[in-house]
């Protein structure tokens, strides 16, 4: 695990984790329903969302990556704030798509998106429920404990890839990852 986290730190960034995706999902579920328009605009690439362990990697991050880019940066604090904090950081990343911070594209944009989210407020309260168990479940996650139902639920998604995405998300994890899981357990080198 400390290997993994070295060689992630090197790289400045990493993958989402379990619990980081599902709450990637519920935010990008709402920009969705707030803004399909910009949503449309990232469903016509992949998307890959990377997540900075420290705030000055984050910006070292944003600096180098181009304004049309479908790579989302997200700081780990952002995983543990509250909803209105996440979901108004996750609008502002995605709103990079049509220019940089102070562009008249960009705060066109997130204006936009502002004044859409005002007209939503009532409908966003159920959402906020659901990033509440969200934010529980990455903090569970980073204590290293996790439920039952947790690991049922992965042990689905998992069942649920064909080969080529099971291929797919190994590529994406840390190299050192792979080759620990590769090692045969204590309990598979101990049998006859």
Do not use: C
Not at 51 to 61: K, M, P, Q, R
Not at 156 to 171: D, F, H, M, P, T
């Amino acid at each position: 695990k400390r290997k993994a986290y070295v060689e992630a730190k090197a790289r400045h960034h990493r993958v989402p984790t379990y619990a980081e995706r599902g709450a990637i999902k519920i935010l990008t579920e709402t920009v969705r329903d707030l803004a399909p328009a910009v949503m449309k605009i990232f469903d016509q690439r992949t998307t890959t969302y990377s997540v900075a362990e420290t705030e000055t990697i984050l910006g070292e991050l944003k600096e180098k990556r181009n304004y049309h880019s479908r790579e989302v940066f997200l700081s780990t604090r952002v995983f543990v704030a509250d909803f209105a904090e996440a979901l108004a950081v996750l609008l502002h990343e995605h709103t990079h798509i049509f220019g940089y911070d102070g562009s008249r594209g960009f705060s066109d944009a997130l204006t936009e998106l502002l004044e859409t989210v005002v007209r939503e407020r009532k409908n966003l309260d159920p959402v906020e429920a659901k990033w509440n168990q969200a934010r529980e479940q990455v903090l569970r996650e980073r204590a290293g404990t996790t439920s039952e139902q947790e690991k049922s639920n992965l042990e689905l998604e998992l069942g649920a890839l064909n080969e080529l995405q099971l291929r797919e998300l190994i590529k994406r994890l840390p190299a050192a990852t792979v080759k620990r899981a590769l090692k045969p357990s204590d309990e598979e080198s101990n049998e006859p």
